[in-house]
């Protein structure tokens, strides 16, 4: 069976950093490109990071290059997103998503998300 289980949200303060962590398991971690969404309030969800299978190279909505970090860690079917400098616009609900095109199907699975709150 399938899991994401997001987990390290919270709340801080403007400014301050926070680790998210999202435990995969149920499929094959290592080939599964992994992203971090979120869903912040009156908006879409939008990509916040993504980190690809084969090399580990790494992506970035504009608002948060050079404040998050994500990283994957395939032995221990682990993703991370390391944020720093979070702003009040950065609340909202964080989402694990794994993802895999083979041929003509597509894998996709979603964690239940972890709650982002910054605010003084």
């Known amino acids: 069976q399938v899991s994401l289980v997001e987990s390290g949200g919270g709340l801080v303060q403007p400014g301050g950093s926070l680790r998210l962590s999202c435990a995969a398991s149920?499929?094959?971690?290592?080939?599964?490109?992994m992203s971090w969404y979120r869903q912040t309030l009156g908006k879409q969800r939008e990509l916040v990071a993504a980190i690809t299978s084969a090399d580990g190279s790494a992506r970035y909505a504009d608002s948060m290059k050079g404040r998050f970090t994500i990283s994957r860690d395939n032995a221990k079917n682990m993703v991370y997103l390391q944020m720093n400098s979070l702003k009040p616009e950065d609340t909202g609900v964080y989402y694990c998503n794994a993802f895999r095109r083979y041929a003509t199907y597509e894998y996709d699975y979603w964690g239940q998300g972890t709650q982002v709150i910054v605010s003084s």
């Open positions: 149920g499929f094959t971690f290592s080939i599964y490109a």
